[in-house]
């Protein structure tokens, strides 16, 4: 059977997510099966492929989209990219499962599996795109669909604002990565990633090239939350569980990761990129690691380990060598199977238990035998015991880390203390839940449903059988992806067992510093407690502030600008419209009026000008509103017939229709006016009759010089003659407002319906006032 | 204030202006017309109605609520551009059927455009209309 393409699989994707949510109205408890299928069949595609891009030839595929823009919807399917597709259809399939139970009560499940689907899909659009602007479009896109799930509980304001705060981040970072992109466009002359390949002398010598790599890490790190971007990590934590298992551990947050690997072979090798990632990734996986230990709440202590990982999996990209890539493949494949893993359980936990704080738990192992069993085989793989995969990842990194020249010794020490703290969190939320004696509050806890189990335990079983066999597993998409990130093949096979030697000794001294500090923990907690960080020091007092501000600002800018005074209103519309173009009137080319030569007026002329006149008098001095409005509505005629006087019964007719309308509008609105009185006072009159003269002889002036200057442009001739033959219309005005300049009149009736709406709106505001 | 005479007579000019004003739409073409003010005499007719008979007799005469006649102006001048997408064109480049039928002629894209312009001048206009005159009773 032939494979479908890769962009029929995106397609479909967001197909199958927009129906889901109906589906699941529909279907029900039954739903369970199509949400397992549709994820686990996108793997199969993706399996089948396997042994194609494991012999190192990548698949592509190009269709043509927005050519203009260099937007193409162009794919590529390598090591890299398969190795991370793999990951994001497995886990989805868990995900999936076991979310199709855990949200059974929850009201708005149906929504849920649109939003995750949409995720689903364009995260595989992420590591499949070849075009970088395709790229950021998924990106976008996982961004929005994390905003959408961290607020899915969007009833409670905490959801809402770590929601939020996820999105203006990401958001940030994205808008960073695009300026990034355009900017490596330029340079390149494409936006094809893989046409970058045989360019990084050219990219790296470029005299933008820090520009470059400063906007594509900023986007990189805020989405996998590195240091100093991080803080919005832990609080995404407000998603239901599932969530945070997929987007917030497995999958969304490794997307910056992936970006920083595909990206290293095309611009990276210097000491700039090198560098920033090493210190950014080092810093990320200590200092979250140091925050962990006084978490309590379950999600919130696999959400800072998660962020000690991703700062390790950064380093390893930074340090760079072959042994760091392969530290980097085999940590990121463990990682996203441990930690899916647990998240489920602590998902588990809460809906079983219905608590997340480590203090209330204990002694559930007999109640729920197999999710302890699967934490069991998560938490030895996070702790790095043989044979899982976590094992032989932890053994990898501080080999390469070692190998570090001339930090190698500082590196490890940070390196073994951050696996320590990882120890302690699977110590907190993968046995000790489970160990003691059971309590008697939690007598009634049962073990979940099949559906909430087996997802979790295939995950984690996983991590077993590619500790055990690895090379059988994961030795070919290795070889494929370095290709990828470092272009050249890696030559190492991996293997469970080093033999004795300093590496296993450090995976010794970490296990025993992890049990040494849990056991602490107790104690150091106590004296930490009103224990606080300086908030000149946290990252997210930066964000509060810059948020709070910006909304200061806005206000205070709201509030000076549109005051709510008409008047005002009415003289900056005057002037700004006034000075600049009176400027441009007397500078170029000056001032200069030559009056027509055939002066002589006719009879109706003057008569048309005395009724404009006296109206104009009578609206000036009227006593009354509606002697106001009746003598505008004959001044506003005047002005019409004037129109059709001089050849354009079009706008006359549309003056006409406007003018009666306008006077019935405002007697409308004069039932709502306060009595009529003359408030302003003798200084005011003249300040108002100064703007008004200002502008009407502005306007005087402008159209004397217009009619005396030689119009020399072709416009109205073109229109005249086109109009008939091209436009199949005689009256060149409707013409060209309805063909030849359509798009203008789309904008002007777009703005006019939100005008409406927003008419209506103020009313609605008003009389809801008086209710 | 109730007039005879303006409610009597209104009923009467209601129809013969929508009448005149869907003239005023299917000529502009060649004379001096169009959506734009098309749409503005429909609704003066409306509103005359609603001067001589109250507003809730105008709002039942009129059927639709107006905003939705906005959103569907909005619709039909975008499905307008339709054609001119799908065909492969410059984006709202014109397209012409020769219907032969009289007095309407040739029919095309800019003059679905037009019936957009229409209905959307004429759904915001009763909607303010309305508005105001509705809040007497709130």
Redesign the interface.
């Known amino acids: 059977m032939r494979n479908p393409s890769l962009l029929f699989l995106i397609i479909t994707g967001f197909a199958v997510s927009a129906i889901a949510p109906y589906l699941y109205r529909l279907l029900k408890v039954r739903f369970v099966w199509f949400g397992v299928a549709f994820p686990l069949a996108l793997f199969t595609t993706f399996m089948l492929r396997y042994p194609h891009v494991a012999s190192g030839v990548p698949v592509r595929e190009s269709w043509s989209w927005v050519p203009s823009l260099g937007l193409d919807l162009s794919f590529m399917l390598d090591g890299l990219s398969l190795t991370f597709a793999m990951l994001v259809t497995l886990i989805g399939a868990a995900v999936f499962l076991y979310a199709s139970v855990y949200l059974r009560h929850y009201e708005e499940a149906d929504r849920f599996f649109g939003f995750i689907g949409m995720f689903m899909t364009s995260m595989l659009g992420v590591v499949l795109a070849d075009n970088m602007l395709l790229l950021f479009l998924f990106w976008e896109l996982t961004s929005i669909s994390s905003f959408l799930l961290i607020g899915f509980n969007h009833h409670a304001a905490t959801s809402r604002a770590s929601a939020l705060k996820a999105l203006l981040v990401t958001g940030a970072g994205g808008l960073a990565l695009l300026a990034g992109m355009l900017l490596l466009g330029s340079v390149t002359g494409s936006f094809e990633i893989s046409s970058f390949y045989a360019m990084n002398d050219l990219i790296t010598s470029h005299r933008l090239y820090p520009a470059i790599v400063a906007l594509i890490l900023v986007g990189a790190f805020t989405k996998s939350a590195q240091f100093p971007f991080h803080f919005w990590l832990p609080d995404a934590m407000a998603a239901p569980s599932p969530v945070s298992a997929y987007l917030h551990s497995a999958t969304m947050v490794k997307a910056g990761i992936y970006l920083i690997a595909r990206f290293n072979h095309e611009i990276g090798g210097t000491a700039l990129w090198q560098d920033t990632i090493l210190v950014a990734g080092a810093a990320t996986m200590i200092f979250a690691g140091l925050l962990s230990y006084r978490q309590s709440d379950l999600k919130r202590l696999l959400a800072y380990s998660t962020l000690s990982v991703l700062g390790t999996l950064v380093m390893l990209l930074g340090i760079g060598s072959k042994l760091a890539i392969k530290a980097f493949f085999i940590y990121l494949i463990a990682h996203s199977l441990y930690k899916g893993t647990l998240f489920l359980v602590a998902g588990t936990l809460d809906h079983e238990t219905g608590t997340r704080d480590v203090g209330k738990l204990g002694g559930l192992w007999k109640a729920m035998p197999v999710t302890a069993v699967t934490a069991a085989l998560a938490s030895f793989s996070m702790m790095g015991v043989i044979p899982l995969i976590g094992f032989i990842g932890k053994e990898t990194l501080y080999k390469a880390v070692l190998e570090v020249q001339p930090w190698g010794q500082a590196l490890i020490v940070l390196a073994v203390a951050a696996s320590a703290f990882l120890v302690v969190v699977t110590f907190l939320v993968g046995f000790r839940p489970f160990l003691g004696k059971p309590r008697p509050e939690l007598q009634k806890v049962h073990e979940a449903p099949v559906a909430m189990l087996v997802g979790p335990f295939i995950l984690a079983f996983s991590g077993l059988m590619l500790g055990l066999f690895p090379d059988f597993f994961v030795g070919h998409l290795l070889e494929a992806s370095s290709v990828s990130i470092l272009s050249e093949r890696l030559g190492i096979e991996i293997e469970l067992w080093h033999g004795f030697n300093l590496v296993l000794l450090l995976s010794f001294v970490t296990l025993l510093a992890g049990v040494g500090l849990y056991l602490l923990r107790p104690i150091a907690l106590s004296r930490m407690e009103g224990l606080h960080l300086p908030g000149l020091i946290k990252p997210s007092i930066w964000y509060e502030e810059a948020l709070s501000g910006m909304l200061r600002f806005a206000a205070w800018l709201t509030s000076s600008l549109q005051n709510g005074d008409l008047r005002r209103y009415l003289v900056v519309i005057i002037f700004s419209a006034l000075i600049p173009a009176s400027l441009m009137l007397f500078s170029t080319g000056g001032f200069s009026v030559t009056l027509p030569a055939d002066l002589s007026v006719t009879p109706y002329e003057i008569a048309l000008t005395v009724i404009i006149v006296l109206a104009t008098a009578l609206l000036l001095t009227s006593d009354s509103r509606l002697k106001a409005i009746v003598s505008m509505g004959v001044l506003g005629f005047g002005v019409g017939i004037i129109f059709i006087i001089y050849g354009a019964?079009?706008v006359?007719?549309?003056t006409f229709?406007?003018e009666?309308?306008n006077v019935?509008?405002f007697v409308?609105?004069l039932?709502?006016l306060p009595k009529f009185t003359k408030r302003s006072r003798a200084t005011g009159r003249l300040r108002d009759g100064l703007i008004a003269a200002s502008a009407g002889i502005f306007m005087t002036l402008t159209v004397l010089q217009v009619t005396s200057t030689d119009l020399s442009s072709r416009l109205k001739e073109y229109f005249g003659n086109a109009s008939l033959p091209d436009?199949?219309?005689?009256?060149v005005?409707?013409?060209i407002?309805?063909?030849f300049r359509?798009?203008d009149?789309?904008g002007e009736?777009?703005v006019?319906?939100i005008?409406?709406?927003g008419?209506?709106a103020l009313?609605?505001l008003?009389?809801g006032k008086?209710? | 204030m109730h007039s005879l005479i303006l409610s009597t007579s209104s009923r009467y000019l209601l129809v013969l202006l929508q009448l005149f004003s869907v003239f005023l739409l299917l000529r502009g073409h060649n004379e001096p017309g169009g959506g734009f003010a098309g749409g503005l005499v429909a609704a003066a007719a409306y509103a005359l109605y609603f001067i001589a008979n109250g507003v809730e007799e105008a709002r039942r005469v009129f059927r639709f609520e107006p905003l939705t006649v906005v959103v569907a102006g909005l619709g039909v001048a975008l499905v307008s551009t339709l054609p001119s997408i799908l065909g492969g064109m410059e984006f709202m480049q014109s397209v012409w059927v020769k219907t032969g039928i009289p007095v309407i002629g040739k029919v095309g894209t800019p003059l679905l455009f037009d019936v957009g312009v229409y209905l959307l001048v004429l759904g915001i206009t009763l909607k303010i209309v309305f508005s105001l005159a509705g809040e007497d009773e709130v």
């Open positions: 019964p079009d006359a007719l549309t229709a406007i009666t309308l019935i509008l409308l609105v039932a709502h436009g199949h219309g005689r009256n005005v409707n013409v407002l309805v063909d359509a798009l009149t789309l009736i777009t006019l319906a005008a409406a709406i008419v209506f009313l609605k008003r009389t008086t209710d």
